[in-house]
């Protein structure tokens, strides 16, 4: 079930109104079942391994706060971790691993025999795993006290709207709401629904849309050229931005119509002046979860310079695994880890450098922001390729073709046209919260700018229920 399907419209309009009519106390027993529904939609096994997942990190927390013993605590913090990390490898990685060593083996001539699983990735794992997780290590930290209400825990791991693609909550941050009393607000439902439309218009409008061009030219590297590659990436730069933001507006949408708030996952990231303002933008729940459970237990930047950028690599590198399964992401991941170093290592002196030529403000930072996307739509060439060898075939490839690109006139101009509101919106955004600016115009202005958003979803959007570009991870 996907949000982008008229089921999961109908299953919406079901549960909104089931979850405020529900006493609140017993509110969870139709929003976990709900949610294992959602989940079950794709494939009924799917709910064995989350709820298998939920049942091992419920009990070692709870076994970490009976007890003062380090050694005790530390010992069911492994076994949460290992459960965790060893059901996603088991899924995700074990076939990418031994593939990868039958390569190595037949370059050395070493037959190297490993049975391949025949498993399908199940969707969101990497997503509800990491949220677990943090849950055992907050525990664990004494950042938090154990969830003993098996059903609540059960909802914060597979509550529905940011289950199978985030935002990755924290337990602090969410499992408090599921006990608290919200009364239906018709201002906060409307303005959810508003979130949602807006999720919705950029992924089928801008995100669908552009993804034909996109798909056209990657999935076929062999037979384009230069400008071909430069415009579907620059295409696939937006087009994972609005499938990826407009999930999670989806997901924080839903969530406020029912009255739970969830993090902000996306904050303008294409305006970001550096590599690292990029990561303070982008995805920012995984960011941050990188930084809080990764970063800085490695040391963070506390144990001198070098091992800082060491912590970085690392990180940035693990971040990239964590996307998928293939030496695509390694490379990306590694890339984002030498340009995340080289921007903090060389920010001192490009600033200097700033001050002495006595640029304009506007100036430096239009130029700032031009060079942190290029190098952001240099490693998306890594992230996007089918294989390590198209990337590099795009890359020492951008000379040939030229002036003749690949055309496809209406998706090029719907797509441009869905761009163009995009721009204009996160204009406003530079002013202040679009919605609340939208709820201060008269009413005409008002219903005119929703009725503009859902004709366009129904006219322009690209009707073919595709999933989104993160259910993969």
Same mark, same amino acid.
């Given at each position: 079930?996907?949000?982008?399907?008229?089921?999961?419209?109908?299953?919406?309009?079901?549960?909104?109104?089931?979850?405020?009519?529900?006493?609140?106390?017993?509110?969870?027993?139709?929003?976990?079942?709900?949610?294992?529904?959602?989940?079950?939609?794709?494939?009924?096994?799917?709910?064995?391994?989350?709820?298998?997942?939920?049942?091992?990190?419920?009990?070692?927390?709870?076994?970490?706060?009976?007890?003062?013993?380090?050694?005790?605590?530390?010992?069911?913090?492994?076994?949460?971790?290992?459960?965790?990390?060893?059901?996603?490898?088991?899924?995700?990685?074990?076939?990418?691993?031994?593939?990868?060593?039958?390569?190595?083996?037949?370059?050395?001539?070493?037959?190297?025999?490993?049975?391949?699983?025949?498993?399908?990735?199940?969707?969101?794992?990497?997503?509800?795993?990491?949220?677990?997780?943090?849950?055992?290590?907050?525990?664990?930290?004494?950042?938090?006290?154990?969830?003993?209400?098996?059903?609540?825990?059960?909802?914060?791991?597979?509550?529905?709207?940011?289950?199978?693609?985030?935002?990755?909550?924290?337990?602090?941050?969410?499992?408090?709401?599921?006990?608290?009393?919200?009364?239906?607000?018709?201002?906060?439902?409307?303005?959810?629904?508003?979130?949602?439309?807006?999720?919705?218009?950029?992924?089928?409008?801008?995100?669908?849309?552009?993804?034909?061009?996109?798909?056209?030219?990657?999935?076929?590297?062999?037979?384009?050229?230069?400008?071909?590659?430069?415009?579907?990436?620059?295409?696939?730069?937006?087009?994972?931005?609005?499938?990826?933001?407009?999930?999670?507006?989806?997901?924080?949408?839903?969530?406020?119509?029912?009255?739970?708030?969830?993090?902000?996952?996306?904050?303008?990231?294409?305006?970001?002046?550096?590599?690292?303002?990029?990561?303070?933008?982008?995805?920012?729940?995984? +960011?941050?979860? /990188?930084?809080?459970? %990764?970063?800085?237990? &490695?040391?963070?930047? *506390?144990?001198? $310079?070098?091992? =800082?950028?060491?912590?970085?690599?690392?990180?940035?590198?693990?971040?990239?695994?964590?996307?998928?399964?293939?030496?695509?992401?390694?490379?990306?991941?590694?890339?984002?880890?030498?340009?995340?170093?080289?921007?903090?290592?060389?920010?001192?002196?490009?600033?200097?450098?700033?001050?002495?030529?006595?640029?304009?403000?506007?100036?430096?930072?239009?130029?700032?922001?031009?060079?942190?996307?290029?190098?952001?739509?240099?490693?998306?060439?890594?992230?996007?390729?089918?294989?390590?060898?198209?990337?590099?075939?795009?890359?020492?490839?951008?000379?040939?073709?030229?002036?003749?690109?690949?055309?496809?006139?209406?998706?090029?101009?719907?797509? +441009?046209?869905? /761009?163009?509101?995009? %721009?204009?919106?996160? &204009?406003?955004?530079? *002013?202040?919260? $679009?919605?609340? =600016?939208?709820?201060?115009?008269?009413?005409?202005?008002?219903?005119?700018?929703?009725?503009?958003?859902?004709?366009?979803?129904?006219?322009?959007?690209?009707?073919?229920?595709?999933?989104?570009?993160?259910?993969?991870?």
């Amino acid at each position: 079930m996907t949000f982008n399907s008229m089921l999961f419209a109908v299953f919406f309009a079901v549960v909104v109104p089931l979850h405020f009519l529900t006493p609140p106390r017993l509110r969870w027993c139709l929003l976990l079942p709900a949610s294992y529904f959602f989940y079950m939609c794709w494939r009924p096994e799917y709910g064995i391994l989350i709820l298998i997942t939920t049942t091992v990190d419920y009990c070692c927390a709870l076994q970490i706060a009976r007890t003062d013993r380090r050694s005790v605590r530390k010992l069911f913090l492994i076994v949460s971790v290992v459960a965790d990390l060893g059901m996603l490898f088991s899924f995700k990685y074990f076939n990418f691993v031994t593939d990868s060593l039958r390569s190595v083996g037949l370059y050395l001539d070493v037959p190297i025999e490993i049975p391949h699983l025949n498993v399908l990735l199940p969707v969101g794992i990497s997503f509800y795993t990491f949220q677990s997780m943090s849950y055992t290590i907050d525990v664990y930290r004494g950042q938090m006290q154990p969830e003993r209400h098996f059903g609540l825990y059960a909802l914060y791991v597979s509550f529905f709207p940011q289950l199978v693609a985030g935002p990755i909550e924290r337990g602090t941050h969410l499992l408090p709401q599921f006990r608290q009393t919200f009364k239906f607000d018709a201002a906060r439902a409307w303005s959810g629904l508003q979130l949602m439309g807006w999720g919705l218009f950029k992924k089928v409008v801008i995100a669908d849309r552009l993804a034909i061009y996109v798909n056209s030219v990657y999935n076929n590297v062999p037979e384009h050229g230069g400008p071909s590659y430069l415009l579907a990436t620059y295409f696939f730069a937006f087009q994972i931005y609005c499938d990826f933001s407009g999930y999670s507006d989806i997901a924080i949408g839903a969530a406020r119509v029912m009255g739970f708030d969830l993090m902000q996952n996306f904050r303008r990231p294409y305006f970001a002046t550096t590599i690292v303002d990029f990561w303070r933008r982008w995805h920012i729940s995984l +960011s941050t979860w /990188l930084r809080d459970y %990764l970063y800085i237990p &490695l040391g963070g930047n *506390r144990l001198g $310079v070098p091992r =800082m950028y060491l912590n970085l690599m690392i990180t940035m590198l693990l971040g990239g695994v964590w996307h998928g399964a293939a030496w695509t992401f390694v490379i990306w991941g590694t890339l984002q880890g030498v340009m995340l170093c080289v921007s903090k290592l060389t920010l001192p002196a490009r600033d200097r450098l700033v001050e002495r030529l006595g640029l304009p403000a506007g100036l430096v930072r239009a130029i700032r922001v031009f060079v942190t996307f290029h190098l952001v739509c240099l490693s998306w060439v890594f992230f996007r390729s089918n294989t390590v060898q198209d990337s590099f075939h795009i890359l020492t490839h951008l000379a040939t073709g030229w002036p003749q690109p690949f055309l496809d006139v209406p998706t090029m101009a719907y797509g +441009s046209l869905g /761009l163009l509101v995009l %721009l204009a919106v996160q &204009l406003l955004q530079t *002013r202040g919260p $679009v919605q609340e =600016m939208l709820a201060r115009q008269v009413l005409p202005v008002r219903w005119g700018v929703c009725a503009f958003i859902l004709f366009a979803i129904v006219l322009f959007g690209v009707d073919g229920k595709t999933q989104f570009i993160y259910f993969q991870f």
